[in-house]
């Protein structure tokens, strides 16, 4: 017999059959959790329940469930990811939690992640953004040595604060005006502190800023909840970066 307390929790979840289909709360128990259940296996351990009687199981979207990937995206009590600092969804435990509480459990909500289903929505945006300019040109061929371009450690330290950003978009679903300023700050200025990004700066900010207002992303109005959201830490001067970066190359 475990040693393990057990607890029994309420799940109150977002469930939408698809894109354009109504969606609505519903509530589930979840029973036999233990405080070292991930809560992505609680989810799994519910989700046996449902589909043992047969029932739709909730969709929700995980992969590597050690926090690099970026897919776990999910709003709980209100808060992406949970609201436990620098943790995403998947690195969420439940001794967090106590036998009887009631926990919410929602997607991402902004107009540029559409809900595809239940838990599961569509950040393909970010990609979108990536591809307007968040890379560098290069010719193809041997692997340059990795010391062949000399970098200050200051710079290198910089670019890699940056390049923490995992692009779940908890930024975006955190923000008042679901602004995506945060996570195309991060890839501006990871490049622009290199010198390998620089001959490519000024298109770079303004293609990647233009993409982002498409995509139906809103602007920064400095409420800093993406920096509170983040699991990673991303900073918010990584903002004010960009916005430098903007103005200069208004002048090029």
């Not at 001794?95 to 107009?111: C, L, M, N, S, V």
Request: glycine share 8%; charged share 20%; aromatic share 6%.
């Amino acid at each position: 017999m475990s040693d393990h307390k057990t607890m029994t929790l309420t799940l109150i979840v977002w469930r939408q059959k698809g894109p354009n289909a109504p969606g609505k709360f519903e509530t589930y128990t979840a029973k036999g959790i233990t405080e070292h259940h991930s809560f992505l296996e609680m989810l799994d351990v519910v989700n046996e329940d449902l589909i043992k009687s047969g029932k739709e199981p909730i969709v929700f979207d995980h992969d590597c469930r050690e926090g690099i990937c970026g897919m776990c995206s999910q709003v709980i009590n209100g808060v992406p990811h949970g609201g436990q600092e620098r943790t995403t969804v998947c690195q969420l435990h439940m001794r967090k939690f106590k036998d009887g509480d009631t926990i919410y459990i929602e997607p991402w909500r902004a107009k540029a992640f559409p809900i595809h289903k239940d838990l599961v929505v569509d950040r393909s945006a970010y990609d979108t953004i990536i591809q307007a300019g968040g890379y560098t040109s290069c010719h193809t061929g041997g692997v340059p040595d990795g010391n062949a371009v000399l970098i200050p450690k200051p710079d290198a330290d910089y670019a890699m604060d940056a390049a923490e950003c995992i692009g779940c978009g908890a930024c975006a679903a955190a923000c008042p005006n679901s602004s995506a300023m945060l996570f195309t700050s991060a890839k501006v200025a990871q490049l622009a502190a290199l010198p390998q990004g620089k001959a490519e700066a000024a298109e770079r900010v303004k293609n990647m800023l233009e993409t982002m207002q498409e995509c139906g992303f809103g602007n920064c109005s400095n409420h800093y909840e993406c920096q509170a959201a983040c699991p990673k830490g991303v900073n918010v001067k990584f903002i004010a970066k960009l916005n430098r970066e903007y103005l200069k190359s208004l002048a090029s």
